[in-house]
């Protein structure tokens, strides 16, 4: 049985409850201090997880519409890939005002360079942004065939991502490495596009 696009309607709402309510329970948080004694960590934590989260749901799409044969759940894929950058650039922002702070917010530059993992973030972040930006109709049809090469580097987050998260935790923690094997598996369902990525190089040098 194939959705519909009523069904897919329906669809979009839940996810968009599913992105938004966290953000309503985040502020309820705060307000009523459920954080630990580090809530600034906690926040930002928090975001970043949310941030990986969408992003894995962004990147099971595809391959979902296509196992269960299901193409109108593409639809879902660019609500998706909004909300995750919207959680990654309040991700950005707690990082920026709760753990610099106001008043330091100048030394921001400084420590993207000086700390790699905060580079592979902050790449991820730009690359989230650029796709944000040409996600519309209008921005595809001026793009041409561009615009699938652009929205490619979505894959590129898929390993940055993980890998920031990853380098960020001073502590052994189990969610890391989850992140990482679930974006590791989306990304090997790929490997046949991958691999006629891989292919057409060799076969231009050859012709």
Not at 29 to 39: I, L
Not at 163 to 176: A, C, E, G
Not at 182 to 204: E, G, H, M, V
Request: glycine share 4%; net charge positive; charged share 15%.
């Amino acid at each position: 049985m194939r959705l519909t696009p009523k069904q897919i309607t329906w669809l979009k709402v839940a996810i968009y409850l599913a992105a938004f309510l966290p953000f309503l329970w985040l502020v309820l948080a705060v307000d009523q201090g459920w954080f630990s004694a580090d809530p600034a960590k906690d926040i930002q934590h928090f975001t970043g997880r949310m941030t990986l989260k969408l992003l894995l749901a962004t990147l099971l799409v595809t391959p979902l519409a296509r196992y269960t044969r299901q193409p109108l759940l593409i639809r879902c894929r660019r609500l998706l890939g909004l909300w995750c950058f919207a959680w990654g650039t309040l991700h950005l922002v707690s990082y920026s005002t709760l753990e610099l702070g106001l008043n330091n917010i100048g030394l921001l530059g400084r420590e993207l360079v000086t700390r790699p993992y905060l580079t592979l973030g902050i790449l991820s972040w730009l690359i989230l942004l650029a796709l944000a930006a040409t996600s519309t109709l209008w921005a595809q049809r001026k793009l041409g065939a561009n615009w699938q090469k652009l929205h490619n580097f979505v894959y590129l987050v898929a390993i940055l991502a993980p890998i920031h998260y990853l380098w960020s935790v001073k502590t052994y923690s189990p969610q890391p490495f989850i992140y990482a094997s679930l974006a590791l598996l989306l990304l090997a369902l790929r490997y046949k596009k991958f691999r006629s990525w891989w292919r057409k190089p060799r076969q231009n040098r050859q012709d």
